[in-house]
């Protein structure tokens, strides 16, 4: 019973890992084509931005999300995702 319940738990863990990383995916995808970064940029961008607000790299891609689709930044993140999208921007890249 004890070995059903430890795979029943990772069972749940890993379908959460599962939706976490689509979610990071499409996240990246919508700073790759609003921010005019390069998609290897997006998750840089997305990790910068989580370590600055120290907000999870998971919740900072969610609000990303609502923000393509209508829905307003929280301040906190407007101006880390703003600096950290300048950062990486073609212009200012120096590889």
Known sequence: MAELERVRAE???????L???AVVDQA?????????IPPDD???V?????QHTNIKL????????????????PE???GELHAAL???AVGNRTD
């Open 11 to 17: 069972n749940g863990q890993l379908h959460q890992a």
């Open 19 to 21: 939706a976490s990383h």
């Open 28 to 36: 990246i995808g919508v700073l790759t084509v609003l921010g005019q």
């Open 42 to 44: 997006g998750f840089t």
């Open 46 to 50: 997305l990790r910068e931005v989580s």
């Open 58 to 73: 998971v919740a900072v891609a969610e609000q990303v999300l609502k923000h393509a689709q209508g829905a307003a930044l």
């Open 76 to 78: 906190v993140l407007l």
């Open 86 to 88: 300048a950062r990486h």
